[in-house]
T-cell receptor, first 111, second 112 residues
């Protein structure tokens, strides 16, 4: 069983602060890593994808990957109340055929 | 219109009934997936298919079956529904190049 671990939270940050979400994975063969945002009762939507070690920035979002430590994180700068959601970390299998999801971290941004 | 469409969106049924959840997509992707989501358990893969003649079991396939009727259509069946199959079910497609998943709006199933 491939494992993807996330802190379930809830994580609360004040509006304008940086939210830091973390994820570890067990499959050293994984090559693709994703962060999805899921609002309550809605379907997951892709926020960021990252495929190589280092940082990848897109607007207020930065994904960080460290394959040696099997660790991927998501930073949300200038957090907004609309960022309040559950964030799911997803990792592909070593064959690339399947995706494994963490249980998600619930984020609340307090106005 | 949504690129990945699921029907029905909500269904209440009784133990022992046969249920089919349908998924259709206009994204042109070959890869399609069925996931189940329970509170606190994240998304669990039920079945996936990479083309019309390809069907693969996921982590939790027991009690479920699927049919890939066409590139754009992938159905999930519960032959004899039981209460612990009460969950939110998502269909998804993926871009083979990037691996990104695109989800339908979900089908909420309640088995009494």
């Amino acid at each position: 069983q491939k494992e993807v671990e996330q802190n379930s939270g809830p994580l609360s940050v004040p509006e304008g602060a940086i939210a830091s979400l973390n994820c570890t994975y067990s499959d050293r063969g994984s090559q693709s890593f994703f962060w999805y945002r899921q609002y309550s009762g809605k379907s997951p939507e892709l926020i960021m994808s990252i495929y190589s070690n280092g940082d990848k920035e897109d607007g207020r979002f930065t994904a960080q990957l460290n394959k040696a430590s099997q660790y991927v994180s998501l930073l949300i700068r200038d957090s907004q109340p609309s960022d309040s959601a559950t964030y799911l970390c997803a990792v592909n299998s070593d064959t690339g055929n399947q995706f494994y999801f963490g249980t998600g971290t619930s984020l609340t941004v307090i106005p | 219109d949504a690129d990945v469409t699921q029907t029905p969106r909500n269904r209440i049924t009784k133990t022992g009934k046969r249920i089919m959840l349908e998924c259709s997509q206009t994204k042109g992707h070959d890869r399609m997936y069925w996931y189940r989501q329970d509170p606190g358990l994240g998304l669990q893969l039920i079945y996936y298919s990479f083309d019309v003649k390809d069907i693969n079991k996921g982590e939790i396939s027991d009690g479920y079956s699927v049919s890939r009727q066409a590139q754009a259509k992938f159905s999930l069946s519960l032959e004899s529904a039981i209460p612990n199959q009460t969950a939110l079910y998502f269909c998804a497609t993926s871009d083979q190049g990037t691996g990104e998943l695109f989800f339908g709006e979900g089908s909420r199933l309640t088995v009494l």
